[in-house]
């Protein structure tokens, strides 16, 4: 393809051009026998895999060191075979577990299934699950479990030293997720009471001196020693060489102007040139991924006969199971799936058919300033770490190759070689309850494998005083702090729940909340705009959107749940089966902490009431003379505007309270709803002390 020049890079490891020149053949790659590798079964699949030479050092190192980090190429069998390994080196026995822990909800389900699959045991037995909202294992059976890094810290509120596991693996531990930086933090704690914990620390790129570094044991006083148990204190480091099968990596010769149409269009060109074998495009969330889906999608429509057989597929963390079963579901003869995909895809995921992978260079990143109290998403370049991982999703079980809709000059020369741990770019407040909850009082003296920020420390304390969840001494209050604490959302969802309790709107802002935790209701994309609007219309309700969302669920429930009602309306009915079974998790859950569950029958304003007690802290005003719709955020003076997607858009009340911004030419409120601005000083009155009392009018 001559928009293409195929890389020139040297990773680690021995390299081999090919006859060709330039294209890249890492060392200790599987060898020709790819082809076979379809019929192999399952037991030789896994003696393939470049881990299984180390299969005896690996059990010998964690036997031997209370920590052990691996590193090993994207592909080489990390994930699936050393908890495996464990499991078959007696780590289970006697009713102890193996825990193994992914920075994504996605890859936990897949990996899991996988494992299970070459067990030959069904999931949820002896190889189990746990993400938010569902738990796959079963207790007394379940040994090999894969859950999120959120979800074990979760587990520590109920058992602080997770007595039950013998090993945690934290995997993908390059990602520095909030969750991995504050579960390795705790796991160093827990390893000074429990020497007999062992922790395994892996990824592909992982800087493995620094986590070395900090999780090297210093002596202390009174502690039990790693020594006396027999242990090594020092961490041990083991590289695994070899990888998965070859990846040729090609660049764009120019950088592109548009990356979406630059994908499309590398689609289109790999469909036309290229011999069967599936495509995974990053891009970098719901919309520009809507945008692809629909120019592919014209594409087979307008111009059939190149583009037929094309089968176009989204994927983000905001799909129903059933969609996204459809990215894992084979392929039908003859066709070619082209999955468009957010960064969930990056990371431990196998897709069997992929062989071809497009790199956007891009995805949708956190971004919080402390100063202005503003947290972010921000489409921004990603690092060479990440670019990596997604070309690992290529050649898994047969060679693949990665286009890189970037320059390979860029690559080498501007991209970082690793992301900002999480927790330096995020508003720390989820964080801090968190810690918080697990009885770490002094959280400025955490030990973090990265420190966040002081300002952003500071901040959350406040907001979290605010709200109601800290004391005077920055201890959880009673019982307000706890049960924000038990709630696993974030803490200004949580408050608003537990104030809806006592305004007597549970059921409603339960359902709200449902609502805010997926990704959007609406179904979109190039073309439907005018028709989803109209649709908007008929459910739009004066005082805003979470009102709005209240007789959208009414419909829906009217209608039966009926899925064709959703498609008359452009409500995405997956979505909405997801927002029932969040609903009846969260009710159960406030049931739990004590909440009453109830109805105001349609009193909107204890409604709104209650959104204001979680999000009084985003609270914004209509300048009086703009007349172009521009807010300044309360505190703080930022400029926003009110969301195109909003039913507030163009409507503009005085007062608001956003749920969330996104940043793209300006700052957008989405999710926004009317106010009484003195309801603000009722709700925090620390928070807005020292506003004028007639800046509230
Ligand atoms: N669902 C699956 N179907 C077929 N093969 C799979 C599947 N999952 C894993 N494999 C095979 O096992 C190999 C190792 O996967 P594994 O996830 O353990 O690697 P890894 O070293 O953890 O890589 P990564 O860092 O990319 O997660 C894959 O390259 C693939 O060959």
């Known amino acids: 393809m001559s ?10 490891g021995r390299v081999v051009d090919d006859e060709e020149g330039g294209v ?35 059990l010998y190192l964690v036997e031997t060191h209370a920590t052990t980090i691996v590193v090993g190429e994207t592909g080489s069998g990390k994930t699936t075979q050393i908890p495996q390994y464990l499991k078959e080196a007696g780590w289970a026995a006697g009713g102890r577990l193996i825990a193994c822990t992914q920075p994504r909800r996605l890859a936990v389900q897949t990996v899991a299934s996988r494992v299970a699959e070459e067990m030959g045991v069904k999931l949820g037995d002896e190889v189990g699950y746990t993400i938010r909202f ?23 509120m109920d058992d602080p030293l997770l007595t039950k596991y013998s090993v945690i693996m934290v995997d993908e531990a390059h990602e520095r997720s909030i969750s991995t930086d504050i579960l390795l933090g705790l796991l160093k704690k827990i390893q000074r009471r429990r020497p007999e914990l062992r922790l395994i620390i892996s990824s592909a790129t992982i800087e493995a001196k620094s986590m070395s570094d900090f999780f090297r044991m210093r002596k202390k006083r009174r502690e039990p020693e790693n020594e006396e148990h027999g242990l090594e204190v020092e961490p041990a480091i083991l590289s695994v060489e070899g990888r998965g099968f070859n990846v040729q990596i090609n660049y764009a010769e120019e950088p592109v102007p548009d990356y979406v149409q630059a994908a499309v269009s590398t689609v289109l ?6 011999p069967t074998g599936d495509v995974l495009l990053f891009l970098t969330g719901q919309d520009d991924i809507d945008a692809a889906v629909q120019l592919l999608s014209d594409e087979v429509q307008t111009n059939g006969k190149q583009s037929s057989g094309l089968i176009v597929l989204p994927l983000y963390s905001g799909l129903s199971r059933a969609e996204q079963e459809l990215v894992f579901s084979p392929t039908p003869r003859g066709k070619r799936k082209v999955v468009i995909s957010t960064n969930i895809a990056e990371t431990s995921l196998t897709l069997e058919g992929v062989v071809y992978v497009v790199d956007s260079g891009f995805s949708k990143q956190r971004f919080y300033n402390p100063i202005s109290d503003i947290e972010n998403l921000v489409v921004a370049p990603i690092s060479k770490a990440s670019a990596r991982q997604r070309a690992g999703r290529a050649g898994r079980v047969r060679p693949g190759k990665c286009y890189r809709l970037y320059t390979e000059e860029y690559f080498l020369k501007h991209m970082s070689n690793e992301g900002i741990p999480e927790i330096q770019r995020s508003n720390m407040v989820s964080c801090v309850i968190q810690l918080k909850a697990l009885g770490i009082d002094n959280i400025l003296g955490f030990d973090w494998p990265a420190s966040p920020s002081p300002e952003a420390m500071i901040r959350a304390l406040e907001i979290l005083y605010s709200l109601g969840v800290l004391d005077d001494d920055a201890k959880l209050t009673s019982p307000t702090g706890f049960q924000v604490a038990e709630i696993p959302l974030d803490p200004m969802v949580s408050k608003m729940i537990i104030a809806s309790s006592e305004l007597g709107c549970s059921q409603e802002i339960i359902t709200i909340a449902a609502v ?19 649709a908007k219309l008929r459910f ?8 709005t969302f209240l007789n959208i669920y009414k419909g829906f429930h009217q209608s039966g749940k009926s899925s064709q009602w959703c498609h008359k309306n452009y409500i995405n009915y997956h ?20 909440l009453v569950l109830k109805s105001c029958d349609g009193d909107m304003q204890a409604v709104r009431k209650a959104v204001c007690a979680g999000f009084f802290a985003n609270a914004c005003h209509l300048e009086a003379y703009s007349h172009n719709g521009m807010y300044k955020t309360l505190r703080g003076s930022q400029e926003v505007y009110i969301h195109p997607s909003s039913v507030l858009f163009r409507v503009n009340p005085k007062w608001v309270i956003y749920n969330s911004l996104v940043s793209t030419d ?10 009484d601005p003195s309801w603000l000083l009722e709700a925090a009155p620390h928070f807005y002390q020292l506003l004028k009392p007639d800046s509230l009018h």
């Open 3 to 12: 928009f293409w020049k195929p890389g020139t890079e040297r990773p680690q």
């Open 516 to 534: 805010l935790s997926v990704q959007s209701i609406w179904i979109s994309g190039r073309g439907m705009q005018k028709e989803s609007d109209e």
């Open 540 to 547: 739009a309700a004066a005082e805003g959107d979470h009102v």
């Open 575 to 594: 979505a909405m089966r997801k927002v029932l079974e969040v609903r009846d998790q969260l009710k159960r859950i406030a049931q739990r902490i004590g």
């Open 134 to 156: 569902e738990d796959v294992t079963k207790p007394d059976v379940t040994v090999l479990k894969f859950l999120t890094d959120g979800v074990l810290l979760r587990e520590m």
């Open 666 to 675: 300006r700052q957008y409120m989405r999710n926004v709803i009317t106010i």
């Open 269 to 274: 060109l790999i469909h036309e040139r290229e």
């Open 24 to 58: 890249l053949f890492l060392s200790g790659s599987h060898s020709s026998s790819s082809s076979s590798y379809g019929y192999a079964s399952i037991e030789k699949q896994r003696q393939r895999l470049p881990v299984y030479k180390y299969r005896t050092a690996i």
